[in-house]
């Protein structure tokens, strides 16, 4: 194992090094000249859609108290230079998930480059005592309302703005006394190393059994889309990318007009015909998406609801071929590179590691994310451009 992991690595290297150099992406000694800033306007939010969105800062998952599980998860921020209201006089305020300080400190030293003598004030924090709405993020230490210390109702596009580049989920300029911003949750930040199906989402073994993804074990050959040959066939599993049967993460649940559903992470690739992938955050009613059909071996079937849903489990496969079928559905094995072909190229030492010393019958899959495609996923944020890289 040890010397299979070792030639993985030498030819990774191979691999990656010649995309290091190519075209004008986020690579290293890229001069990038400086930016200017547009203020955000009164009721305006970044992104442009709703708060609970999973491109935004998702879902909710239920109120935080002191006796609360999760309360331990909460995190005091004791910045020097952020100044907390904490009208209450608990220290409410200063809790928040470990994102939400990392954005709120980054936040901090832009707000006094900007302004210098003028400090960020956060006006509410999370909220134990319920003056929020119910789906507010406040309950779970994930949002804060913040101004300038110096209450200039002027700063405040400029405010939202500088939260924005600060890393925060979504901003919003929500009333004349306050911008709100909002991170996303500990849990779906698991997520960023790829995309995963639920654990009761099912495929067709080359046995003829149809199994769920958490009962799969590598060496399996299972229901695959082969690019080359627009052809169904079966195609062996080479390693998990990621599996965890515990681990509780944001999917989106996505329902085809013929009934069948797929559960999938956000930044999952999926198929719309033979040659088209698109994430499936992306996806919106009337696509259509790639299907397996009995009778007519591949059709198209249009989407009539996208939903986001909390699921327990992640299992992503990787086939030789790079695609499997799953709940009846073509979808790619890669995640968070929009691009089949880039990503299929990139996972090329996998496949000729697991070529080149073959298959030792059934084996179990190694708990978490698979290192190479960690280590792929980190690259890729500095190599690729930013149309590419989800």
């Known amino acids: ?107 901090a030293i832009s707000v006094m480059n900007q302004w210098p003598g003028v400090r960020l004030l956060v006006t509410e924090g999370w909220d134990e005592e319920g003056y929020h709405t119910p789906e507010s993020l406040h309950y779970e230490g994930r949002a804060v309302d913040i101004t300038t210390s110096d209450r200039d109702r002027s700063k405040y596009g400029m405010l939202a703005r500088l939260a924005v580049e600060a890393g925060f989920d979504w901003v919003y300029y929500e009333s004349r006394a306050h911008i709100h911003c909002s991170v996303k949750s500990e849990s779906s930040q698991a997520a960023k190393y790829g995309g995963c199906f639920s654990g009761e989402t099912t495929v067709l073994t080359s046995t003829g059994l149809r199994r769920n993804l958490s009962d799969l074990r590598i060496g399996e050959k299972i229901q695959a889309f082969d690019p080359a040959t627009k052809q169904l066939v079966f195609s062996e599993i080479l390693v998990f990318l990621d599996f965890d049967p515990s681990q509780k993460r944001e999917f989106l649940s996505i329902t085809l007009s013929s009934g069948r559903t797929l559960t999938v992470t956000p930044s999952h690739l999926l198929l719309l015909d033979d040659r088209t992938v698109k994430y499936a955050e992306k996806l919106q009613i009337g696509d259509f998406l790639l299907v397996s059909d009995p009778k007519d071996g591949l059709s198209r079937e249009e989407i009539v609801q996208v939903r986001g849903v909390w699921r327990t489990g992640v299992f992503a496969p990787l086939t030789s071929v790079g695609t499997l079928v799953v709940n009846d559905v073509v979808a790619s094995c890669y995640a968070s590179v929009d691009s089949q072909w880039v990503a299929h190229w990139a996972f090329l030492p996998v496949r000729w590691v697991a070529g080149f010393w073959g298959n030792s019958g059934l084996r179990k899959p190694e708990m978490g994310v698979f290192w190479y495609a960690k280590m792929l996923y980190v690259m890729a944020d500095f190599i690729l451009p930013s149309h590419l890289h989800e």
């Open 1 to 107: 194992m040890r010397s299979a992991s070792a030639a993985l690595l030498v030819v990774a290297a191979l691999v990656v090094v010649p995309v290091w150099g190519c075209g004008p992406g986020r690579g290293v000694g890229r001069r990038r000249g400086p930016r200017k800033l547009t203020p955000l306007v009164f009721k305006q939010h970044v992104p442009n859609v709703p708060e609970n969105t999973l491109t935004a800062s998702g879902l909710t998952e239920g109120r935080i108290g002191r006796n609360d599980s999760r309360f331990k998860d909460l995190v005091p921020n004791y910045n020097q230079d952020i100044v907390f209201k904490d009208e209450e006089g608990t220290g409410a305020d200063r809790l928040m998930t470990q994102r939400c300080k990392e954005k709120l400190n980054t936040l």
